[in-house]
């Protein structure tokens, strides 16, 4: 997967626009068609996905908020993935509650891919020591911990801390 955004290197700033424009549009469908807060909200405002051709079109819809997401967590589910393909997740609860949200596990994969990618603009290889500032809560429930492991001995190199422990060992 690493090599899948080498193409975009080529590309005038034009079409790399219009691809941007065209997956904007193709995630807005996504959403109309596989959720039930988007289906009913899009309908609400006669708002159709595919002619959205800028930022104007956009401004039409409301932001999505934390009290949206928690109070309809269950219409933003994609009805398009099963239960093995989605991972819960959560915020580290910085304001004082945890902001839970899925992930599809594909989208994660290919994220991992892009930030490859994308480190290579600032000359990061693969192997290249870096520190990574996170509160560990993050990380505190991971469903696999052998591959978490697994994965942070070879890719990752994450040490973590917890910022909420004041001890000066």
């Not at 599809?104 to 520190?131: S, T």
């Not at 429930?141 to 591959?147: V, Y």
Request: net charge neutral; proline share 4%.
């Amino acid at each position: 997967d690493r090599g899948r955004f080498d193409y975009l290197d080529c590309l005038d700033p034009e079409k790399v626009e219009g691809l941007q424009w065209e997956g904007v549009r193709a995630i807005l469908g996504v959403a109309a068609t596989n959720t039930r807060y988007y289906a009913e909200l899009f309908r609400t405002l006669g708002f159709a996905p595919g002619e959205v051709d800028g930022p104007a079109a956009l401004r039409r819809l409301p932001p999505l908020t934390k009290e949206i997401i928690r109070e309809r967590f269950d219409d933003l589910r994609s009805s398009a993935l099963s239960e093995d393909e989605v991972l819960e997740a959560s915020t580290g609860g910085s304001t004082g509650v945890a902001m839970r949200f899925l992930r599809d596990r594909r989208c994660v994969r290919l994220r991992r891919a892009q930030e490859a990618y994308f480190d290579r603009w600032l000359d990061y290889r693969l192997g290249d020591k870096v520190a990574l500032f996170v509160s560990v809560s993050h990380y505190v429930n991971t469903t696999d911990r052998f591959k978490a492991r697994v994965r942070n001995a070879t890719l990752e190199r994450m040490l973590s801390f917890d910022p909420h422990e004041n001890d000066e060992r």
